[in-house]
């Protein structure tokens, strides 16, 4: 988590494959609920948001990354742990280079000492509300269907 009052560059990919997208669970120990978001991360200073999409799936999945393309900008105001947090985010469309990531339901993945699992969820399933997909206006970018690497 930042330091209070600081607001956090990160960067997330948005990964179809078909009907299905793949995202990072989350748990908020203080509302005792399950989120979901894209995987991805911080941006560090003197780094581009589109290097830090490939360091960072290449630091927790190991995971090469093709058809980049920049979706747009999010401005996330949040609670956290009974925290407030502020997030700039950078969002882009990718596939996975490798199609082994296509094939697995779920996969773990370190981010510095925090262990993590993500998984393909249905995207009719984030759209119903019927999951917590954060931050909510991601929900507007998986409208329009992707032209991706199926497996």
Request: glycine share 10%; net charge negative; proline share 5%.
């Amino acid at each position: 988590m930042n330091p209070p009052k600081q607001i956090r560059v990160i960067v997330l990919g948005l990964i179809r494959d078909g009907d299905r997208i793949f995202l990072s669970e989350g748990y908020d120990p203080v509302k005792q609920e399950t989120f979901y978001r894209a995987l991805g991360g911080g941006v560090d200073f003197g780094e581009t948001s589109y290097d830090a999409l490939k360091r960072e799936f290449q630091e927790e999945l190991e995971a090469e990354l093709t058809n980049i393309k920049y979706l747009g900008c999010i401005e996330n105001l949040f609670i956290y742990n009974g925290q407030p947090g502020h997030e700039i985010v950078q969002l882009y469309q990718c596939d996975f280079v490798d199609p082994k990531f296509y094939q697995l339901e779920s996969i773990e993945f370190s981010e510095g000492d925090h262990k993590g699992t993500a998984v393909w969820l249905d995207i009719d399933q984030c759209q119903s509300g019927e999951l917590r997909i954060v931050p909510e206006q991601f929900l507007d970018y998986l409208s329009s269907p992707h032209e991706g690497a199926t497996a």
